[in-house]
């Protein structure tokens, strides 16, 4: 794969493990997100969905 620059970043929710490419990362506030539930800070305490991950704000 030459020519391809993929960045990613992890979720800066604090008990999120998920890392994600920054062209799909939500933004809120400055800050790289892996959804909607998480860059909310989880008013609903529903989860991220993504497998593994145990974060409910």
């Given amino acids: ?3 391809t ?3 990613t ?3 800066a929710c604090e008990d999120c ?3 994600v490419p920054t062209e ?3 933004s809120r506030h400055g800050k790289a997100f892996c959804c909607d539930e998480c860059a909310e800070g989880h ?3 529903a989860g991220c ?3 593994g991950c145990t974060c409910h704000g």
Avoid: I, Q, S
């Fill in 17 to 19: 493990v998920c890392v």
């Fill in 9 to 11: 970043v992890k979720c």
């Fill in 5 to 7: 620059n993929v960045e």
């Fill in 49 to 51: 969905d993504y497998a």
């Fill in 43 to 45: 008013p609903h305490h």
């Fill in 24 to 26: 799909k990362a939500v």
């Fill in 1 to 3: 794969m030459t020519g």
